[in-house]
């Protein structure tokens, strides 16, 4: 009996080492779809950097495709920003944009098994200098986590996690 509850205290001790570094993993990942990695000689981003970013948002499967684009030179979008809330894509962009558009490789990935929707966004356009062609789904947990991040480039009103 002793060996028993030796056996059920140590199991539930790895249940929960594996909640944990699975959901550390997913909140530091990437997209899907990695575009190429950055030119390792590129000049280091500032914040006054030119932003230019066209999104495609596919709300469902055969669903016609809306597009948006932030554009900024500095800290304020431009008037040719179409998305329902331009500062807040920005703001999202500037925080989350460098390792979202051009992720570092991550091979013990763990992402939870989940669904938040069949929306798809295809970010095209350039970040700071650089090329950006990023996919990203809500296809699991990873997908999810990195989707809330950008959710203000998706066409998002602050705040909320999905396209309007």
Not at 25 to 37: E, I, L, R
Not at 107 to 127: K, L
Request: aromatic content about 6%.
């Amino acid at each position: 009996m002793v060996a028993m509850g030796k056996f059920f205290r140590v199991f539930a001790a790895a249940l929960v080492l594996t909640v944990v570094v699975s959901t550390t993993a997913c909140a530091q990942q990437t997209p899907s779809t990695a575009p190429a990695a950055p030119d390792a000689t590129s000049a280091a981003p500032s914040a006054s950097s030119e932003i230019d970013l066209t999104i495609e948002l596919t709300e469902a499967p055969g669903a016609a495709a809306r597009q948006f684009r932030l554009i900024a030179d500095g800290s304020t979008p431009a008037a040719g920003s179409t998305l329902p809330d331009p500062a807040a894509a920005l703001a999202a962009v500037e925080q989350h944009g460098e390792k979202m558009f051009f992720p570092v490789p991550a091979p013990n990935r763990m992402c939870t098994e989940q669904y938040g929707g069949p929306q798809v966004a295809v970010v095209t356009g350039s970040f700071r200098g650089k090329a950006v062609n990023a996919t990203f789904k809500r296809t699991n947990g990873c997908e999810i986590s990195s989707w809330q991040a950008l959710a203000p480039l998706f066409g998002s009103l602050a705040g909320a996690a999905g396209a309007i």
